[in-house]
């Protein structure tokens, strides 16, 4: 039995993501006594906002084949959002300190972006993908694609229009003691955000796995003929589908809004990194794709702590062509060919 | 009447394929369509199915017009389309292929009653539901497809090419699935290349041509047309 147990780990390490996720580990551990456990803390909170956007990235392209470049601006929509929420109750809380607000008061704000994206991503699918999907399907890749890229600049220009170009933060979400781990200290706000969008994963997944609109969107990604002949309301899952995509990404934006203020291109390297995790765990791959995003945040931290800040972005991107190299189907590419595929 | 196409004129965009095509099932009938390759066979299951959109004509079914309905409509009215490609979800298992097949169907006891039904007449997807549909051989899926497609109940089934890619055995098999359905007081529409087998089964047959029909009658009778009889039997 002890045998069995072995001999199926050593199996799963050799497979690619076995492999990969068995050296982020150690490449964690190693991380983490060498240079202090706040290298962790950061991989954490970064990976759980990561998580959030690339498991949208992954709807969007999994079930609607679109590759969606206009992602990062759901991110900043839920970070204004919560920026003008939240600023008039810290106003409020300033002069009633002792207010229900100072608690709940984040929250509000943090719903509130979630809420925005859903609305924000729905209007997008009335206005610019289901006009295209209804004139022609033809080339839909392509053109959806070049489609993002314009909802993009259109998103980030009227922020700058409407809103202005300076930066929209905050002080901090929630005023309490930082909590002590293991000789780290995490602010509150910061374990909040991971502690939200963990939550947010794992409701996301389960509402994937075992509700019937979950399954009818696994249905609609992996056959879309089969889906409608079964019954399925093609047009309901779609207009679903983008909000939630667009909600995840807003809600990762309102969250993170403590440390990363509101402007025009905020979205810029929540889009790119999410695209690395995409590109990485396979696509269209829900789980694949926050393992990754783990990863991917490993990967930035450490770049940044021993390699420096200006390489965020080169190390990530050449080891993620190395690996496309070597496993084209991403490191959690499933066996089984799914529509995406054919 | 369960359904009745009249005059349908169909294609792929500009690309006309059905020529005023009319068709009538009655409940209970067991009716086959032959022809050659690229008759538009399947173009005439797809679009009653709902699939595409006719550019002229009427499918009514159950006394309602439903031309023109999207699939998934055309699907909750109670027409069940087995399509030639299966159209199957391949990283679910088989169980969770023949719950959304009941996708229509809401409550819990009914479904599992369609899966219990379906299990019986197919114990070889039984044996197998927890394994993924896409690992599945080709015989396997299509019993899967046609299991799939019995789950919503429904009160008329299209079937394109249940034989397509299966050994003598399978397909003896599969189309003796059919009969029990038949015998279930379902009404079926099947699309054939296997002319002999279908115009044995069946009770009525069209022969499809260039998107036409050009003959039609008891398939008995078809069976001994002399012109059926050379196009597709070589006799
Ligand atoms: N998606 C499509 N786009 C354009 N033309 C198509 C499409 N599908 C089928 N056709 C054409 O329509 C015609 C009829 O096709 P259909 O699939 O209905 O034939 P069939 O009678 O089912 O043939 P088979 O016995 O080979 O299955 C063919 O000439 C085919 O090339
Ligand atoms: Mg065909």
Same mark, same amino acid.
């Given at each position: ?59 969007? #392209? ?38 229900? #607000? ?29 006009? #295209? ?190 690996? #496309? ?18 | ?235």
């Amino acid at each position: 039995m002890s045998k069995n147990i072995v001999a199926d780990l050593t199996a799963w390490v050799r497979t690619a993501a076995g492999l990969s996720m068995t050296i982020a580990v150690i490449v964690a551990i190693a991380a983490t006594i060498h240079t202090g456990p706040y290298l962790l803390v950061n991989t954490i909170v970064t990976g759980g906002m990561l998580a959030l956007v690339a498991t949208g990235l992954t709807l969007m #392209l999994g079930v609607l084949n679109i590759p969606m470049f206009a992602h990062g601006e759901y991110f900043m929509i839920g970070s204004l959002t919560a920026y003008y929420i939240f600023t008039p109750i810290s106003e409020f809380i300033l002069e009633h300190p002792d207010s229900w #607000l100072v608690t709940f008061g984040p929250f509000i704000a943090i719903l509130g972006a979630l809420i925005g994206g859903a609305i924000a991503g729905a209007i997008s699918e009335k206005l610019v993908f289901g006009p #295209l999907r209804r004139r022609s399907t033809d080339n839909w890749v392509m053109n959806s694609f070049l489609l993002t890229v314009g909802l993009s600049v259109l998103l980030v220009n009227l922020h700058q229009l409407i809103f202005g170009a300076d930066f929209k933060g905050i002080v901090g979400y929630w005023q309490g003691m930082p909590i002590s781990i293991a000789g780290a200290y995490i602010s509150l706000d910061r374990a909040l955000a991971f502690i939200i969008s963990a939550v947010i994963v794992a409701l996301f997944y389960l509402f994937m796995t075992y509700t019937r609109t979950g399954m009818a969107i696994r249905a609609v990604s992996q056959d879309i003929t089969g889906a409608e002949i079964v019954g399925i309301d093609i047009e309901k899952i779609v207009l679903l589908t983008i909000s939630l995509a667009c909600a995840l990404a807003a809600v990762s934006g309102g969250s993170l809004l403590f440390m990363i203020p509101s402007y025009p291109s905020v979205g810029l390297e929540p889009l790119y990194m999410a695209w690395f995790v995409v590109i990485l765990s396979g696509l269209g791959n829900i789980l694949g794709a926050v393992v990754g995003a783990f990863m991917v945040a490993l990967l930035k931290v450490i770049t940044v702590e021993y390699v420096g800040a200006g390489w965020d972005f080169v190390v990530p991107s050449a080891l993620i062509m190395l690996i #496309l190299i070597f496993k084209p189907s991403g490191i959690f590419g499933s066996d089984v060919r799914g529509v995406l595929d054919k | 009447m369960l359904l009745e196409v009249k005059n349908l004129n169909a294609g792929y965009g500009y690309l006309q394929i059905l020529r005023d095509v009319s068709l009538q099932i009655d409940k209970g009938e067991y009716v086959g369509i032959v022809g050659p390759n690229g008759a538009g066979k399947s173009t005439t299951m797809k679009t009653i199915a709902g699939l595409i959109s006719p550019m002229s004509g009427s499918v009514v079914f159950n006394g309602e017009d439903i031309t023109g309905l999207s699939g998934s409509a055309v699907a909750k009215k109670g027409i069940s389309f087995v399509s030639e490609e299966m159209n199957l979800f391949v990283n679910m298992t088989v169980q969770e292929n023949l719950y959304m097949g009941a996708y229509t169907i809401k409550e819990k006891h009914l479904k599992n009653e369609r899966l219990d039904f379906v299990f019986e007449l197919f114990p070889r997807l039984a044996e197998r539901k927890k394994q993924l549909a896409g690992t599945m051989s080709g015989g396997e899926r299509k019993m899967l497809a046609i299991g799939r497609g019995m789950m919503s109940n429904p009160s008329l089934m299209l079937v394109d090419e249940p034989s397509f890619g299966l050994a003598p055995q399978l397909t003896t098999s599969v189309f003796a699935s059919l009969e029990v359905l038949i015998k279930n007081g379902m009404t079926i529409l099947v699309v054939e290349q296997n002319v002999t087998k279908t115009l044995a089964v069946t009770d009525r047959g069209y022969v499809l041509e260039n998107g036409k029909v050009g003959l039609e009658g008891n398939s008995a009778d078809l069976a001994e047309d002399s012109y059926v009889r050379k196009v597709f039997l070589g006799v």
